[in-house]
């Protein structure tokens, strides 16, 4: 499976932007897909996740409310639609896909950063 996110760049504080993550490869067996951001200095954290068969949702609460996760499967393709954006949404956003039993196998994408200013 491979991942390539589009979408980052720079945006004024209270602004939005959409990120793209499209997958590639043996996506049939995809199972979870998901936003994870790193900033500087700070470990990699999940940000939303999406269940490929239901749509369920995961957020984490710093942006929830602010931030929506969607996919469209005959795209292989999800979503992250960021509003209100907030200095400290500043890192580099990662897409993750998980697949197989418990969701072990897990591929990650190469990053697209996205900087928002004061």
């Known amino acids: 499976v491979q991942l390539?996110?589009?979408g980052g760049g720079l945006v004024q504080a209270g602004g939005s932007l959409r990120l793209s993550c499209?997958?590639?490869?043996?996506?049939?067996?995809?199972n979870v897909m998901g936003w994870?951001?790193?900033a500087p200095g700070k470990q990699r954290e999940?940000?939303?996740?999406?269940?490929?068969?239901?749509g369920s949702t995961n957020y984490a609460d710093s942006v929830k409310d602010r931030f929506t996760i969607s996919r469209d499967n005959a795209k292989n393709t999800i979503y992250l639609q960021m509003?209100?954006?907030k200095p400290e949404d500043t890192a580099v956003y990662y897409c993750r896909a998980r697949r197989g039993p418990?969701?072990?196998?897990?591929y990650w994408g190469q990053g697209t950063q996205v900087t928002?200013?004061?």
Do not use: D, K, M, P
């Open 102 to 106: 418990a969701n072990l196998i897990s």
């Open 46 to 54: 999940l940000v939303a996740t999406i269940t490929t068969s239901s």
């Open 116 to 118: 928002v200013s004061s």
């Open 4 to 6: 390539v996110e589009s």
């Open 36 to 38: 994870y951001r790193q």
């Open 22 to 30: 499209a997958a590639s490869g043996t996506t049939f067996s995809i």
């Open 83 to 85: 509003n209100s954006l």
